[in-house]
């Protein structure tokens, strides 16, 4: 079946990214993947957990939710699940990576992820649009004289890929990530290391040349997500 809007097998869905769209929050920014929009908003706290008190590190942590509308049916406003613990955690590990804590200091920047409207890719979207808006939380930060550098070891993104049939697709919609016969969700850093991969089969198994060949595809389309946070984040020196 052929993608929509005639899109390659290896092409990314249109990209659109807002940032500072909340005058209130210290960094923010509205991602779009195709139909699939997440709002990203970081606030900074000038403190941190008890278990990071005294050690001079900051922290990074993410919440992630989805409206009652975001999909075909109602969800229930402010619904958690298993899902939505697990995709936090996976937002949280992924901006950690990027961070250096120590020159953070003991503050705590806080990354919402509130999904709009989904259409597959929520989490890859969260990651990838999540970092621009603590970069700019940051830039704030440092305007504002509280750090003297920005604490940034790297850019981070995210993107899934899967395998229908004997195709390999690039940023898959709910559609095809529905169908998918097998299906990754993969979070690189900007030198390319890769900081989580998430793959699972459905009714077939796979093999290691497929999962390489995913993984090249994956960084692909992770490269070109980073061209764009830097287009975003001009100025940012790491």
């Known amino acids: 079946m052929p993608r929509k809007k005639g ?6 869905r249109e990209i ?68 939505v613990y697990e995709i936090q955690r996976l937002i949280g590990r992924s901006l950690r990576s ?31 649009g999540g970092f621009i808006a603590l970069c700019l939380a940051l830039q704030k930060v440092k305007k504002d004289k509280l750090i003297f550098s920005i604490p940034l070891k790297d850019y981070v993104a995210a993107v899934s890929v899967g395998l229908s049939g004997k195709k390999m697709l690039l940023d898959l919609n709910y559609e095809e990530d529905s169908g998918a016969d097998m299906d990754m969700n993969v979070v ?25 060949a995913l993984l090249s595809l994956a960084k692909e389309g992770i490269r070109e997500l980073i061209v764009m946070q830097k287009e975003q984040l001009k100025g940012l020196r790491l």
Request: charged share 25%.
């Open 7 to 12: 899109r390659a097998d290896n092409n990314l």
């Open 98 to 128: 990027v961070v250096n804590m120590k020159q953070l200091g003991e503050r705590t920047i806080k990354i919402d992820c509130d999904v709009t409207q989904a259409d597959g890719g929520t989490r890859t979207a969260a990651i990838t």
């Open 188 to 212: 690189m850093v900007g030198k390319g290391d890769f900081v989580e991969i998430q793959g699972t089969a459905e009714g077939r198994t796979f093999s290691k040349s497929q999962v390489d």
């Open 16 to 83: 659109k990214i807002t940032k500072n769209i909340n005058k209130y929050a210290e960094g923010s920014c509205l991602i779009e993947f195709g139909d699939t929009r997440v709002l990203c908003t970081a606030s900074v706290e000038e403190n941190v957990p008890p278990f990071l008190k005294g050690s001079g590190q900051g922290w990074v942590t993410a919440e992630y939710g989805m409206l009652p509308r975001s999909c075909n049916t109602r969800i229930r406003r402010n619904a958690t699940s298993g899902r």
